[in-house]
């Protein structure tokens, strides 16, 4: 196959392009002398075909290999992000951030990197901090993009939500009026951190957050949180649920006059020992037997459960050993549970602590100003349903990689958790659609790579798709999405 001249009667050889034996051969040569000529002449051709009919045809020997890529979980990803309308916002650096975040979480420039070499996409290494301002008042833009698409696709209808807090440690001993030392949920006390506040539906899709200083004690963290969200969207009738660190008559009386409803952990350990003995005979160690009764901060239900019972038993019996084995030793005895001090030098068992914690096992509590139209049950359920918030800080934490943070700026932490929220987001949708985890779906999809080729006789590159498994149009199907 050769491409020629015919000027004043005389023919001269212009490219060869190669030899074929088959049809394919002659074709794939026939596609690229075509491609050659247009190249060269600058010309479309007379009897040109459809552009929609090109063929990616060409002769292996005549390319070379020079890389792949993984477009396709980067045109799957950009989907999802259209059904939520983040890319409405019109911001191409934030997405393709938080793209990464789900593929490869990375620091914001090594993000930059892995952009360009999983999809050939480039922004300036500067682009991001030139963008901070920008980012920043996006924050209740997003929230309700995230709402929205709760009540369209996951049946959200604002009349229970989860809260919980975490905290988030930096990679620096250096605080200030946002980074502060508190109590770390990571073990990581000696570090400066920022507590996050995170509610999210029954499924545990991520609908709002809010970032804290790290000093700031969890149970001031719900009232601002909560009223925020129930005043942003306008709500009427809305129960939180939350752990037994959010109590107290602060609390109960601010949810109260927001005309909030709630159900939150109790501390039976501050219960008084006649009230505690009351609740343990009634619930007469039955399995799922429960009890209700008025006090200061709403109805406390509680309930028995034999496979608690059990594991609280041997707890106390393990901590109840120990306690004898430091008095063995009163030099080496040390604060325990079970052991309390008579004076500085002497220290003997703790037997009405020990009582109080027979009574108290296998019991569980809680209290809410839901009314006696909601059955116990219902209410223990909604609680145990807390278990989703610490989930997606799971994923957050772990899969996601939100911590340590290496930002050091206010506005730098802000956007770094603005990111890490769709990103949490869009993940959640995932694993809620597909019932699967993230880095399952996430291994699946990166399977199917594009290898480049360059042809060596136009310059031209072609692009050569893995054939997409099963497993990946499965996932695909179960979010909605066409392969």
Request: with cysteine.
């Amino acid at each position: 196959m050769q491409v020629v001249n015919y000027i004043e009667r005389k023919i001269t050889l212009a490219k060869h392009i190669g030899s074929g034996r088959t049809n394919e051969e002659i074709a794939a040569l026939l596609k690229i002398a075509e491609t050659w000529i247009k190249k060269i002449s600058r010309q479309q051709g007379l009897f040109d075909k459809d552009e929609n009919q090109k063929s990616n045809l060409a002769l292996l020997d005549k390319c070379e290999y020079i890389g792949f890529r993984y477009n396709f979980i980067y045109e799957i990803l950009i989907k999802l992000l259209d059904r939520f309308e983040f890319t409405a916002i019109g911001n191409a650096l934030l997405h393709d951030l938080v793209i990464m975040r789900i593929i490869q979480p990375a620091s914001k420039l090594q993000s930059l990197e892995l952009l360009k070499e999983y999809f050939g996409i480039s922004h300036r290494r500067q682009t991001f901090y030139e963008t901070l301002p920008k980012l920043l008042p996006l924050k209740d833009t997003i929230e309700k993009l995230t709402v929205k698409l709760a009540k369209t696709e996951l049946a959200f209808d604002f009349s229970l939500v989860f809260y919980d807090v975490t905290t988030l440690y930096f990679e620096s001993f250096s605080a200030d009026e946002l980074r502060k030392n508190g109590f770390s949920k990571d073990s990581k006390s000696q570090q400066p951190q920022i507590v996050i506040g995170l509610m999210v539906t029954a499924q545990g899709f991520p609908i709002a957050y809010e970032v804290f200083p790290g000093n700031k004690f969890e149970g001031h963290t719900l009232i601002p949180v909560v009223k925020s969200f129930k005043d942003k969207h306008q709500i009427t009738t809305l129960t939180v649920v939350a752990d037994a660190g959010m109590i107290s008559m602060e609390n109960v009386t601010a949810l109260k006059e927001s005309g909030l409803q709630y159900i939150v952990g109790a501390r039976l350990g501050n219960i008084t020992p006649k009230t505690l003995a009351s609740i343990s005979g009634t619930l007469s160690r039955r399995s799922g037997a429960t009890t209700r009764l008025t006090t200061l901060y709403g109805d406390l239900i509680c309930d028995f459960s034999e496979k608690r019972y059990a594991k609280d038993k041997r707890e106390m019996e393990k901590q109840i050993k120990k306690a004898e084995e430091l008095l063995k030793n009163p030099k080496e005895t040390k604060r325990t549970k079970f052991i309390k001090n008579i004076d500085k030098t002497t220290y003997e068992m703790n037997n009405a602590l020990i009582e109080k914690t027979k009574l108290l096992l296998g019991i569980k509590g809680y209290y809410t100003n839901l009314d006696s139209s909601v059955s116990d049950q219902t209410i223990i359920s909604h609680y145990h349903n807390l278990w989703h918030v610490e989930q997606a800080f799971r994923v957050a934490k772990n899969d996601l990689e939100t911590r340590p943070i290496f930002h050091f700026k206010e506005d730098a932490i802000k956007v770094h958790m603005l990111i890490c929220f769709m990103a949490l987001a869009v993940s959640k949708y995932m694993e809620i659609q597909t019932d699967k985890s993230l880095q399952h779906i996430i291994r699946t999809l990166k399977q199917v790579t594009d290898a480049r080729l360059l042809n060596t006789l136009n310059g031209e590159e072609i692009i050569m798709r893995a054939k997409i498994s099963g497993e990946a149009k499965n996932i695909l199907e179960k979010i909605g999405l066409s392969y």
